[in-house]
Structure formats: C-alpha cells, structure tokens
C-alpha cells in the first residue's frame, strides 16, 4: 500500500543520490554553511523600523543568493537615494557587529565538511559575498582550514544567477563542472550551478521552493545531513 500522509497527500519520493563519482563539493556559505540569513533579517527589520522605512520582509527575502550589487540596486529603485544610503549603512553596523561575535552554523555543517575533507574531495566555497567579509565570516566560524579556494562575487563580472562564479571554482581547483557537487540554499545559487553544467543539490533555508523552482528538477532535501547521503552512495 502507498503511504500518504494525514491530509491524504502522497508524500513526494525522496531525490535519487548522485550518478556518478564527483571529484569537488562546492559549497556556499551564507544560508547553507553560515546560519546568517535569519541574522541579516533581525538587523534589517531593526533598522527599517530604527529610520521609520516601511519594508517587509519580502523585499528582503527576494535578495537572497543575489550580489551586494544586485541588492543594492534593488534597495535604490524602492527607496529615495538618501532612505537606501542610510538603511545600508546602519545594516551593514548591526550585522557587522554580529558577525565579528561569530554567527552559528547550521545544522550539519561540520559533520558534512569533516566528511569530505576526510575522503579527500575537493572543496570550494562559491558565494556572492564579497571577498573581505567572507573571509571575515569564515575566519570566526573557523571554516577557512577546510577549503582549497574561496570564490566570492566580486570576483568575477556577473554573480549569481550566472555561471561564472561556479565556473571560476572549477578551474581553480582544476575539475570538469560536470563532476562537481553544488550544495546552496538559494534559487540564484542553483540556476548558477546549472547553467555551469554542475549537479545542485538545494537546502533550502528561509525561502521555501516554489512549483517553479521544482520545476527545475534539481535535488531538494531538507538538511545537509540528507545531502551527504545523496553523495555518499558514489563514492563507495
């Protein structure tokens, strides 16, 4: 007999592990790695309500995964010049400060990383952040000694959604995209990984996947505990 659930809803079948042997694991950090997303919505709800910006959280939301660029832009075409200007910078003082504390880590994320450093894979972290402060974040959540490279999206001329920055990784760490794993959180982050010939598997963070995304046909699970039993079964 089927198993449904308590609403009458048949469960979805849980993702297919991978196909093939990977020689890389690209990771991103903000949202996979780094519980920083719910950090950054504290600081942006504090500071709209601290310059009397009237902003929900969607338009943050919508942000996730995108370039410092992208965002800012977005942040100049809903506010007048002098509202953004502002909202940025005291944001950037409260996460700041939170960051320089050390923000946790999500569920998973040492066990996965000792994993892959343990069976000798390749390893990159892929984000949009920029270069100063990834390197900030992952020296105080005490990362950095797990990864070959770091890639950030200052780095290269379009970051996520495009797929230049997964690109950039697989070159440095000298592997063929096709065998490269991509573990994110965000929509931007898996539409880079496709559209550089990679296989995505998306934790989803704060935003969940929508039929749309689904429509994708990319991996989805639930923790990154899930995501290396998609893995691991390649490399046995």
């Not at 007999?1 to 979805?12: F, K, L, N, Q």
């Not at 709209?48 to 660029?69: F, N, P, R, T, V």
């Not at 832009?73 to 700041?96: C, P, V």
């Not at 290269?156 to 000298?174: C, H, N, Q, T």
Request: charged content about 25%; hydrophobic content about 45%.
């Amino acid at each position: 007999m089927m198993d449904t659930r308590s609403d009458g809803i048949t469960p979805a079948a849980p993702p297919p592990a991978i196909g093939f042997r990977p020689a890389a694991v690209l990771f991103d950090m903000d949202g996979l790695m780094i519980e920083s997303e719910r950090t950054l919505l504290e600081c942006w709800r504090q500071s709209a309500a601290e310059l009397q910006l009237a902003l929900d959280d969607a338009l943050w939301l919508s942000m996730i995964g995108l370039s410092d660029k992208v965002c800012r832009q977005m942040l100049h075409d809903r506010l007048r010049t002098d509202q953004a200007e502002a909202l940025t910078a005291r944001l950037g003082a409260l996460y700041g400060a939170r960051v320089e504390a050390g923000l946790p880590l999500r569920p998973g994320t040492r066990r996965i990383l000792d994993w892959v450093e343990g069976i000798g894979l390749a390893r990159a972290v892929v984000t949009s952040t920029h270069r100063w402060r990834t390197e900030q974040k992952l020296e105080r959540c005490d990362l950095q000694r797990y990864f070959v490279t770091v890639v950030t999206g200052d780095e290269v001329r379009e970051s996520k959604p495009a797929p230049d920055i997964y690109l950039l990784a697989a070159a440095r760490l000298g592997v063929e995209p096709a065998r490269c794993v991509v573990l994110e959180d965000s929509v931007p982050g898996v539409r880079a990984a496709l559209a550089a010939g990679m296989t995505p598997i998306q934790v989803p963070d704060l935003v969940a996947p929508d039929a749309a995304v689904r429509a994708l046909g990319h991996r989805i699970v639930a923790s990154l505990d899930e995501a290396r039993a998609l893995i691991a079964p390649a490399l046995a």
